[in-house]
């Protein structure tokens, strides 16, 4: 029989044992640290957690006060009303009874951007130098105190249909400089270095990519009832890997972190309440693989972006991404280039094309390109700088006349050039360059180089073998690098096949 003195010997080792688990205060959630960037312009979401129901708290943010009470599962939650931009460094206060019981220091206000993906957004900066020299260059004036990132190393969660409440990864911000630039994912580095010499503002990166993951464990769990989606989660959840992989449009799940929602149950989900500018995505390697089918990956990618806009509440959240560059080992990339293409039709989106990158194996390391590319499309999309010819010409349609097919382009510009890309630098012209790259299907689908020739904003394409055309593509090979077709103002045009029945997308295939 437990006596009443007992029963009171319990409940004080138990909630002893909850002083010992929680510091016995409230506290904010992981995500907040020193070197935090704040976004500008929209409420300031700050929470955390603490063991007393009904308890209150108060949140000091320079000369803004705030309160919120703890709510009966231990959660409490405030809004800083909105700031401008503000690179001073302030604290951000926590006080329970007129006692301070966490305090953060260099705390900034600008523009917050996700960057997410797998291996070639992980990439670090120390990666990319051993490899690309200009990046000596780049990496010795890194020193922006006012660039912060934040890396995110969450497990994935043993109940698949769980969300972490918080992140576990006790990691702070750090800003940027020549030595801790070194661990940071190139591409976000340079994107955000470019956006802060842009606007002036400081800039803070969420990085939680993961090295050789597909697409699905980034999608909310509660997408894939979207979209046709669902047989990809059903077959998921019953064990039936070897059927998914096999599925039209299917993914090989290799691991625990591949499960749909994974990824993003486990670190991307606890920061809905941290406020964004916009999405930065670099992916699609793990869905076009050896084995793998790309197909419907666009379909999958429209459910990643509306999935996050619909987390955070922001249905006009730019999300800008970057389209597979050319890889000899996997014809697979081809299709997915074109299922990348395909994902501009949704709303507020851009692509930033890096066909033209040279590099060996799968992680190209010249990422000061590609993030300066995706700069480029921010800069004009989300903050109004840089006119409309910032990313490169994307096939529109194309007219047939006899054994000549007409093809017209958007983001032409001032006009199309033949140009050369050799370094991190912007291409050069060709002044008497041939078009590559550009074939005519015939009536039996098979595909043959063509002649092709630049008018002013479209290209003319014929062949020799080819009387009545019935399609037209362009780069779509393995690894078209020399010289390609580009806007004037140095983008790259993206690759793309009028008729995808006859693009091959099997990576055991062979190309005709």
Request: proline share 6%; hydrophobic share 40%.
């Amino acid at each position: 029989m437990i006596t009443a003195m007992h029963s009171r010997w319990l409940s004080l080792c138990l909630f002893l044992t909850l002083i010992g688990t929680s510091s016995g205060q409230p506290r904010f959630a992981n995500i907040f640290s020193d070197h935090a960037v704040f976004q500008q312009g929209t409420d300031i979401a700050v929470w955390g957690f603490g063991i007393a129901t009904g308890l209150a708290v108060k949140i000091e943010f320079g000369e803004i006060t705030v309160k919120a009470k703890v709510d009966r599962v231990g959660n409490w939650l405030a809004r800083l009303p909105a700031r401008n931009a503000d690179p001073r460094g302030r604290d951000l206060v926590l006080i329970v009874d007129g006692e301070i019981v966490d305090r953060l220091h260099d705390i900034v206000v600008g523009e917050v951007w996700l960057a997410a993906g797998q291996s070639n957004m992980q990439f670090p900066v120390r990666q990319m130098s051993k490899h690309l020299p200009e990046a000596k260059s780049w990496i010795g004036s890194a020193r922006r105190p006012t660039i912060r990132v934040r890396r995110i190393n969450d497990p994935v969660l043993k109940d698949r249909n769980a969300g972490a409440e918080d992140i576990k990864d006790t990691g702070g911000w750090v800003r940027m400089d020549p030595e801790t630039v070194l661990q940071f994912s190139a591409v976000a580095a340079v994107f955000a270095r470019e956006l802060n010499a842009s606007q002036n503002v400081p800039i803070g990166v969420l990085d939680v990519s993961w090295g050789g993951k597909p697409i699905e464990p980034f999608i909310p769990r509660g997408m894939f009832y979207h979209h046709g989606l669902k047989p990809i989660l059903k077959m998921a959840n019953e064990g039936h890997l070897d059927e998914l992989a096999k599925l039209s449009g299917g993914v090989i799940i290799r691991n625990p972190e591949g499960h749909p929602g994974a990824i993003f149950n486990a670190r991307i989900g606890p920061l809905t309440r941290y406020a964004l500018k916009g999405a930065i995505w670099y992916q699609a390697e793990s869905n076009c693989g050896r084995g793998e089918d790309p197909r419907r990956y666009h379909i999958k990618q429209r459910a990643l972006i509306e999935g996050w806009r619909g987390q955070w509440q922001r249905m006009d959240l730019p999300c800008y991404y970057v389209q597979l560059p050319g890889f000899p080992d996997a014809t697979g990339w081809i299709r997915m280039r074109e299922e990348q293409r395909l994902a501009l039709a949704v709303p507020n989106t851009g692509m930033a094309v890096t066909i033209d990158i040279r590099g060996e194996g799968i992680h190209p390391p010249d990422k000061l390109s590609v993030g300066r590319r995706l700069a480029k499309i921010a800069l004009a999309n989300t903050y109004g700088v840089g006119g409309n010819e910032t990313a490169g010409p994307i096939y529109d349609r194309h007219e047939i006349a006899e054994s000549e097919v007409t093809v017209h382009f958007r983001n032409v510009g001032d006009g199309l050039m033949v140009g050369d890309k050799l370094g991190v630098g912007l291409p050069r012209e060709a002044k008497n360059g041939k078009v590559k790259w550009f074939e005519l299907a015939d009536s039996t689908g098979s595909w043959h180089a063509a002649f092709a020739q630049i008018e002013g904003d479209r290209v003319r394409v014929r062949s020799d073998r080819v009387k009545r055309p019935v399609a037209v593509r362009y780069a779509c090979h393995v690894q078209p690098q020399g010289k390609n077709l580009y806007n004037r103002a140095g983008f790259p045009a993206s690759p793309f096949c009028s008729d995808l029945d006859l693009l091959p997308w099997d990576d055991h295939g062979e190309l005709n």
